[in-house]
């Protein structure tokens, strides 16, 4: 019984060690395996075009997203001060 419980604490303790020692299995990028995808996006005009579209949208709701946040921004701070116009209920 001892014995039983000796290896098992022994095993649960090991089982992380053993876990952070192993190296994680990342395939890795390759300057040719980059080449190879732009090689392949590039050859297609339709696919081209809609990647340029697709940036193009993306940096439009980026900027309409900062705006909103510096527009919600400014709202709080004139909700917070004490404006004269503002009537206390």
Request: glycine share 2%; proline share 3%; aromatic share 4%.
């Amino acid at each position: 019984m001892n014995l039983r419980l000796i290896v098992t604490i022994l095993v649960i303790a090991a089982a992380p060690v053993w876990a952070q020692a192993q190296k994680p299995t990342l395939a890795e990028v390759t300057k040719a395996d980059a080449q190879m995808v732009l090689k392949i996006v590039s050859s297609d005009k339709a696919k081209t075009r809609t990647y340029c579209e697709m940036a193009k949208f993306g940096h439009q709701i980026e900027g309409r997203t900062l705006r909103l946040q510096s527009l919600r921004s400014m709202s709080a701070n004139c909700m917070n001060t004490d404006a004269p116009y503002r009537s206390r209920s």
